[in-house]
Every structure is written in structure tokens, then in C-alpha cells.
């Protein structure tokens, strides 16, 4: 592995998140939950922070591709799953979500069947009082009988089993898909002996989970069939919250992270990075 990481955006998000690679455009996407926007920028820029941002009047939490045009984005907010034109900034809302105002939605991505999934969590957690919900092509939105704390992670590593964490009890879980929702499989991995909250991750072509850890300053690599942590990269930043591989040879880690409470130890908080892999990774899924 080559761990030479670089500033790839110096722009400080308070809550950078959600970052997916859209080859079409030759960019990184990624959003600031706190700030409301999404940002874009190419790899072959020479702005040091982004090249184009989206404000948004509510709060985006997710960035899923379009299956049918890179310069279409589906962005999961508080409000609900909006589509947005990336050539002229129009935004579309194509499904509401009803929840309460103490809440707002977090993770999510497509599956293999082109479903989106997603969940909810309370502004301030204090235990399982988020659900997940899946929306499908056909527009039929539906809440999953599953409470979560913090969902996050939602990587796909099979055409139907889901890994997805709760931060907030520091584990990760194995979910099977089928036309009835998610059915909880197995515990994939207990971080409250290792350290740090799982957040956002991404699956490379081995079949290996690589996870940000909140809190812990890595981006770990986790195999599900072993259930075991097998490497992991420092970062100079304490909180990170996501990455995604992208590049045209799909071998770039990207990292978004988050403000730290102390800005004198932790000066990079909220920036985002970028790394050269040895094993290249795959491209999430679109809806």
C-alpha cells in the first residue's frame, strides 16, 4: 500500500460526508451535512478546494449516482430524496420522507437491484430511535421495521448483503436484501474493543471493507469473512467520516473528515484527502 495521503480539498466542511466518484465527470463529489451543500471537483483542477457547490435549503446526508447520467445525483435529505442537475444546479424532490423534526436522515446507498436505502437518526442520539427506509424505482418509499442509532456505512459486498454500522454502539452488522426490506444476518465487527465509531466505507475488488473511524484518526480495512481487522492507515485528521475509491484506475481512497472540537491539535479537521491504493476498489451502485 502506498500511504502518501494528500490534501485533496483544503476547504474546512463542519460535517464532510458522503463521497462517491462519478467517472463520467472525471470528480470526486462529496457534501457538508452542517453547511447544507454539496461539493464537486475534478482531479485534474487546480482550485485547492472544489470547483462547484450546491447550496441546499435542507440537510443533504447522502450522494447516490444515476444509472442513466453522470450529471444527475440523487442527494437523501432531511426533507427527502431530491435529484439534482449538475450542469445547471435544478433541483428536484421525486420523494418526501415524514420525520420528526428531532430527526434527519444519515447513510445511505443503491443496491444491486437499483433500491435506495437509507436511515434516520435523532440530531443529539440517545439510543435506537433511527430506522432505515428503502425507496425503489417505481417511487414506493417504505420504512424498515429495523432501529438503529447512527446508520451509516451501507456497502454493498455481494448482489445481496448490505454491511451497515451504528456508530453510535460502535458496531457493524451483515444485512440480506430481498423484495421484503433488509433481515439482520450476523455481526460483522465489535469496535468498542478497538476504538474509534465506524462511519462511511467502501468495498475494494478483493472484497475488503475499508472503513472511516471516528474519533480514532484510521481508515481501517475490515474483512467480512474472517471478521477481522487487517490493516489500517493514520490519518491527520482525528475525525474521519467516509471515503470512496475512485480515479480512472479506481485505485484513489478519498476521504472526507470533520471539524474538530480542538482546531490546535487538529488543524486539518474537516478537510479532504486522498490516497493510492494497492488494491483498487468498486464503484458503488446507481439508481
Not at 472525471?26 to 472544489?50: G, R
Not at 472484497?207 to 489500517?232: E, F, H, N, Y
Request: charge should be negative; include cysteine; hydrophobic fraction near 35%.
Amino acid at each position: 500500500m502506498l500511504n502518501d495521503i494528500k490534501t485533496y480539498s483544503s476547504f474546512f466542511c463542519k460535517l464532510g460526508e458522503s463521497p462517491i466518484w462519478i467517472g463520467g465527470r472525471n470528480c470526486f463529489l462529496w457534501l457538508d451535512i452542517l453547511n447544507k451543500c454539496v461539493f464537486e471537483k475534478p482531479i485534474n483542477t487546480q482550485s485547492k478546494d472544489y470547483f462547484q457547490k450546491w447550496q441546499f435549503a435542507y440537510t443533504p446526508t447522502a450522494i447516490i449516482p444515476s444509472v442513466s447520467d453522470p450529471d444527475f445525483v440523487w442527494i437523501v435529505t432531511d426533507k427527502g430524496v431530491y435529484c439534482i442537475d449538475l450542469q445547471n444546479g435544478v433541483k428536484q424532490i421525486i420523494a418526501e420522507v415524514d420525520i420528526p423534526e428531532t430527526h434527519r436522515t444519515n447513510d445511505g446507498s443503491a443496491g444491486p437491484d437499483g433500491t435506495l436505502y437509507f436511515g434516520t437518526m435523532q440530531w443529539a442520539p440517545d439510543g435506537r430511535n433511527g430506522r432505515l427506509y428503502s425507496f425503489n424505482r417505481d417511487g414506493y418509499l417504505k420504512e424498515l421495521p429495523i432501529m438503529t442509532g447512527i446508520p451509516n456505512t451501507f456497502v454493498w459486498i455481494d448482489s445481496s448483503h448490505v454491511a451497515i454500522s451504528d456508530s453510535f454502539y460502535r458496531k457493524i452488522d451483515l444485512y440480506k436484501a430481498d423484495k421484503a426490506g433488509l433481515h439482520h444476518v450476523e455481526e460483522l465487527y465489535d469496535f468498542n474493543g478497538y476504538g474509534g465509531e465506524p462511519d462511511g466505507g467502501a468495498l475494494d475488488r478483493d472484497g475488503m471493507i475499508w472503513l472511516a473511524l471516528w474519533g480514532r484518526g484510521q481508515i481501517v480495512c475490515l474483512d467480512p469473512t474472517r471478521k477481522k481487522i487487517t490493516q489500517s492507515i493514520d490519518l491527520p485528521v482525528s475525525r474521519p467520516t467516509s471515503c470512496c475509491f475512485g480515479g480512472p484506475e479506481m485505485d484513489m481512497l478519498f476521504v472526507t473528515s470533520a471539524v474538530s472540537e480542538d482546531t490546535d491539535t487538529d488543524p486539518q479537521g474537516g478537510q479532504c484527502f486522498i490516497l493510492e491504493m494497492k488494491t483498487p476498489g468498486t464503484a458503488p451502485w446507481s439508481f
